[in-house]
């Protein structure tokens, strides 16, 4: 049910509107925010909210999947922690995040680590599409009844390094 359940809630990864000046700060969640280069684009998909944002040089996109379980699986906060203590969860997770994505995307690595006293699941993947080949830096967790999907797109290697950066490193759980 996990794998099934991170298959619906993982399986975009989409593109959005061109950069302008102002970082933006979004809240995502009760006790969980991160800042954008500029104002992302905003779509309320069921119990997933997707953020996006695609530099208008095209040389990176960012996005931030917000998945309610509790409105689309009946889960809580209780059975979301118990989960992630077994480490099936997390291979779940990944196989699931991995497949959403395609045949063309290939995982490079895969870690656990701990963002703002979170336990959280960092993916480095490689996908081809259209005869380029974009990385993805995805950070993947928890926190309440939401899931997190955190994904950076450096696109045929143009993309900036600080500006991945400062978009992980902002991410704040409360």
């Known amino acids: 049910m996990r794998l099934f359940i991170f298959l619906v809630l993982t399986s975009v ?14 809240q995502l969640a009760e ?3 991160i800042q954008f280069p500029t104002q992302p684009e905003r779509r309320d998909m069921g119990p ?3 953020y996006t944002l695609r530099l208008a ?13 509790q409105k689309g699986n009946g889960l809580d906060a209780e059975t979301l922690e118990a989960a992630k203590l077994d480490p099936v969860f997390w291979e ?8 959403s994505l395609g045949p063309n995307a290939k995982l490079k ?3 656990r680590k701990t963002v703002s006293n979170s336990e959280a699941l960092e993916l480095t993947i490689e996908r081809a599409q259209d005869g380029k ?9 928890t926190h309440g009844v939401y899931s ?13 390094p600080a500006l991945q950066d400062a978009f992980f490193s902002s991410i704040q759980i409360k």
Do not use: C, H, M
């Open 31 to 33: 006790g969980v925010s």
């Open 57 to 69: 040089d095209s040389t990176a996109n960012f996005n931030a999947i917000v998945s309610d379980l």
């Open 148 to 160: 997190f999907n955190v994904v950076y797109t450096n696109r045929n290697g143009q993309g900036s």
């Open 133 to 141: 080949v974009s990385t993805l830096l995805v950070l993947i967790f």
């Open 92 to 99: 779940q997770t990944e196989q699931a995040f991995l497949a």
């Open 13 to 26: 990864i989409a593109i959005g509107q061109p950069a302008g000046s102002q970082p933006a700060t979004i």
């Open 48 to 50: 997933a909210t997707l």
């Open 109 to 111: 690595e895969s870690k």
